[in-house]
């Protein structure tokens, strides 16, 4: 939801480490196109394909990290063993016990122990994701094997796993050399799609209903063009990384002289830009693993209203909403959307108490045991519930004329960067006392003015706990209904899940919203 892991080039102690990254997944570009090319899933099988994607992935493991690798083998392989030993009915709730579990170990080792204040590329990076996917699976599972259909809804109905993997497509789900080190986040029936070479079914142009039509007719799309423009966003992130965003460093926000005789427009300013200079060092590592799963022929979508291919499956970020953000949950929507994606399906939706609060406490804790990360997330909270009750009480009065919803929209992106910058500083600084002395030069007056908007502002209820929710009964096993649905379940194809995941990210498309 907010960043995911962070890279950085400052620290010429840690330059071997990011040399190291960069290089292990300029590699992995060239793995991908050698992978698409000679082990093309019509040209050998999929037991081959795993194979190959797996161990390339644990050889760039091995090299860029060392033997600190091991704790992906050792993370995925005990998640395997609870996943096969313990009942669909509960298995979700160890994997995700377990996981987290040892990724917080991971990380408080880490930070306390050796590393403490620093931004390298260090190994609890990728256990962050294959954290993601062990716990997305193990809900998938559970869905798919234990929950009846008519209790999930229509994402988790498509998504839904209705067998376990074998060790071979489970290691392979979580180490491929594609997403190893930067991610992203992919469902796992998405992933199966595309080894076994079915990712290509592709859609049709929407018709006159807007939805998207399967076929087999069309020549498997080209991802090259795709390919190419990520790759240039990447060196214009990564040439505005290092000539500009190190001479404008988020540390100044709290520096004493500058505090004491900056001016509130000069202070306000340098916020907004010196934590826009900080992001595109997250559109270079994330747009480059975006680049090399297309280059390996996966994160194909369908076709838009144009014809044209989409290669956006698992694209985490989309730059120009993120910049143009008109609100705070639209700069949320479009900002790792992986991540946001997973802590929907694994927290949000499935939360019966506070679901926004528990959702946030989730990502701190994922994210790492920084206390900057806490204070941020703790942050958001009040930020997005102000930012809600705001848009939902007053949003309608400026929808029309055009001039008046121009006005409001440049006030809303005003407000929406600000309030950002101003939630994110302690996630950059990570340690309390620089955290609070930020908010201490402010006067906490954005935590001051969200939480009056939260006393002062009806509040309005949302669709989500009715949509998520309601006519759910209580969980019981599917195996006394085993013959009766075992036809409709066997007959689900794993196809539906590019065609959800579609779906679901295009209804978080902003311009869908407003």
């Known amino acids: ?118 931004y390298s590329a260090d190994f609890s990076g990728p256990m962050m994701i294959i954290t993601q996917k062990i716990t997305s699976l193990a809900y998938e599972i559970h869905d798919g094997m234990f929950r009846q259909d008519e209790e999930l809804t229509p994402s988790q109905r498509e998504l839904a796993v209705r067998r376990r993997p074998s060790l071979l497509e489970y290691l392979s789900y979580n180490c491929n050399f594609m997403g190893v080190l930067a991610g992203p986040l992919c469902s796992y029936k998405d992933y199966i799609t595309f080894i076994e070479g079915r990712s290509y079914h592709a859609a049709t142009p929407p018709g006159d209903n807007g939805r998207e039509d399967r076929h087999d007719g069309r020549t498997e799309p080209s991802p090259n063009a795709a390919v190419t423009q990520k790759l240039l966003v990447c060196g214009l992130s990564l040439l505005f990384h290092l000539t500009i965003s190190n001479t404008l460093p988020v540390e100044y926000n709290i520096d004493e002289h500058f505090q004491a005789t900056a001016s509130w427009p000069t202070k306000v300013i340098y916020l907004y830009v010196s934590l826009l200079a900080a992001r595109p060092k997250y559109y270079f590592a994330w ?31 989309r730059i120009r909403q993120i910049e143009m953000s008109t609100s705070f949950k639209m700069f949320l929507d479009n900002w790792n959307i992986q991540t946001a994606l997973w802590l929907k399906r694994v927290c949000y939706e499935r939360a019966s108490l506070s679901p926004t609060i528990q959702t946030f406490v989730l990502s701190a804790i994922w994210h790492g045991v920084y206390p900057g990360y806490y204070l941020t997330f703790l942050t958001g909270v009040v930020m997005t519930l102000a930012a809600r009750a705001i848009r939902n009480n007053i949003r309608h009065y400026f929808i029309e004329p055009p001039q008046l919803k121009f006005l409001y929209d440049v006030i ?33 007056c954005l935590h001051i003015v969200a939480i009056l908007v939260l006393l002062l502002l009806p509040a309005k209820n949302t669709q989500r706990g009715r949509s998520t929710h309601e006519n759910v009964q209580p969980s ?39």
């Open 287 to 317: 747009t480059l693993a975006d680049a090399i799963n297309n280059a390996a022929g996966f994160g194909f979508r369908g076709y838009d209203r144009n014809g044209e291919a989409r290669w956006d499956l698992i694209s985490n970020l």
């Open 476 to 514: 019981r096993s599917k195996r006394s209904d085993e013959r009766e649905n075992s036809l409709g379940q066997n007959s689900c194809s794993t196809t539906n899940s590019v065609c959800s995941q579609n779906q679901e990210i295009a209804s978080r498309h902003p311009s869908l919203k407003q």
């Open 1 to 118: 939801m907010f960043p995911c892991w962070p890279l950085s080039f400052v620290g010429k102690n840690r330059m071997y480490l990011h040399v190291n990254f960069v290089v292990c997944q300029l590699f992995a570009l060239l793995a991908a196109v050698w992978f698409r090319t000679y082990l093309h899933s019509s040209k050998t099988s999929s037991f081959i394909r795993h194979v190959v994607a797996t161990l390339l992935g644990l050889y760039l493991a091995l090299f860029c990290f060392g033997w600190y690798a091991l704790h992906f083998l050792v993370q995925t392989g005990i998640s395997y063993c609870i996943m096969i030993i313990i009942g669909v009915e509960n298995m979700h709730k160890y994997c995700f016990v377990f996981a987290l579990g040892y990724l917080i170990v991971c990380q408080i080792t880490r930070v306390y122990i050796f590393d403490y204040g620093q």
């Open 412 to 444: 809303t992106w005003m407000a929406t960067q600000i309030a950002i910058s101003y939630t994110v500083v302690p996630f950059v600084l990570l340690s309390i006392k620089p955290s609070f002395k930020f908010y201490s030069s402010w006067y906490y």
